[in-house]
């Protein structure tokens, strides 16, 4: 497959990822788009939502475990991870299940981050 292959897929994951997180209104932990990273997305949750809470709320009800926020920011932040045995199809249900589980945990959302991920895989085929 080549290395550039696998790097180009991992950054596309990541931006799909993104549009995801985007569409929710929600921020991206890392402040600067040019230094994202393409093996994780943090997503910081509005002020006064614990995030440890929501990440229990999704492991409990949709068997999806996420990464926490560590430091300054644990309890703030959920990690979302998207790099090694993944797809287009469990991203999509990785997404599914944070969406739903900040719905149950009471986080108003701008959008779904699903029909976003959705779209942006679509309009942007892997090699």
Excluded at 2 to 15: E, I, M, S, Y
Aim: hydrophobic share 45%.
């Amino acid at each position: 497959e080549g290395l550039d292959k696998v790097f180009a897929r991992h950054q596309r994951w990541a931006a799909g990822v993104r549009a995801a997180v985007n569409a929710w209104g929600l921020p991206i932990q890392c402040a600067d788009p040019a230094v994202y990273s393409p093996i994780l997305t943090g997503v910081m949750t509005p002020e006064g939502v614990d995030a440890d809470a929501v990440r229990k709320v999704i492991h409990q009800r949709f068997d999806c475990s996420l990464g926490t926020g560590l430091g300054k920011v644990k309890g703030r932040m959920f990690r979302i991870g998207h790099l090694g045995d993944s797809n287009d199809l469990t991203l999509i249900a990785t997404l599914a299940a944070c969406e739903m589980g900040l719905r149950l945990s009471g986080v108003p959302l701008a959008g779904s981050g699903v029909q976003a991920a959705m779209a942006y895989f679509a309009d942007h085929p892997g090699a």
